[in-house]
């Protein structure tokens, strides 16, 4: 089990100058003169409830999610709890012979809720470590349905590729039209200005585990942009 001091920091952001390979997996191309990501994905962070009392569809969907991830060879990187869809999700990607990461912090090893399976369970001291240290570790980023804590955490992901900190790719798993509701009032946020409409190629919707990983497989991260900021405003980010 790792602990990580209260003074941890995410690694710097990817190099902008030409080269042949950088650890987390991604190779650089030339593509129209920039050079550019080319998806090669080896580890993905998947974000999601720790509730033993949501519907079966949702334990299913977990479920066949760890085996998808374990299938394609990838890391199962996680919120570290053996409880509700987190623990299925990880449960089913340990049956398939898949490799999970766990990270948690101190206060549910505490509670004595965590993963003592994780192939690598990383304690952090705050939330706040641990949402960074999933961000890192992961290639790719991939949300079943949840609660304020799910959610709170993919909306930052976003945020995140919206102001170019990352160009990863972000897959909401529309289990039984959970995310329906939200996705409208995102349409709303748009129709008032609130949000940019190009906020919507930030994220993908998958409605199946199936499509979410079809998605992942051949997404292409986008060339560096700053359509973000109009006059030195980040317009549409608050």
């Known amino acids: 089990m790792q602990n990580l001091s209260a003074d941890f920091a995410l690694a710097p952001a990817l190099p902008r100058y030409p080269a ?8 650089f191309a030339r593509a129209a003169g920039p050079y550019h990501l080319i998806n090669m994905i080896s580890s993905v962070t998947v974000y999601c409830s720790s509730s033993r009392s949501v519907p079966r569809v949702y334990f299913d969907a977990a479920g066949e999610l760890g085996r998808a991830v374990a299938g394609r060879g990838w890391t199962l990187v996680y ?3 053996n ?23 101190q206060l549910m090893v ?41 959610l709170e955490e993919i909306f930052e992901i976003i945020v995140g590729k919206q102001l170019r ?9 529309n289990i039984a039209g ?38 992942l497989r051949a997404y292409v991260p986008p060339p560096p942009a700053d359509k973000w900021f109009e006059k030195a405003i980040p317009s549409g980010t608050e």
């Open 178 to 215: 959970f995310y329906d509701p939200l996705l409208a009032m995102l349409d709303h946020a748009i129709a008032q200005n609130f949000i940019k409409p190009a906020s919507r190629d930030l994220y993908f919707v998958a409605p199946t585990v199936s499509a979410a990983i079809d998605h």
């Open 110 to 150: 505490d509670k004595a809720i965590h993963d003592t399976l994780c192939h690598e369970l990383c304690v952090t001291t705050t939330m706040r470590e641990r949402k960074a240290l999933m961000e890192q570790r992961g290639d790719a980023f991939l949300t079943l349905p949840g609660g304020l804590g799910t």
């Open 83 to 105: 409880v509700g869809l987190m623990g299925h999700l990880a449960d089913a990607a340990r049956a398939a012979g898949g490799k999970v990461v766990g990270v948690t912090p």
């Open 165 to 173: 900190y990352h160009t990863k790719p972000i897959v909401l798993l």
């Open 79 to 81: 919120g570290g709890n």
């Open 20 to 27: 042949r390979r950088e650890k987390r997996g991604r190779l």
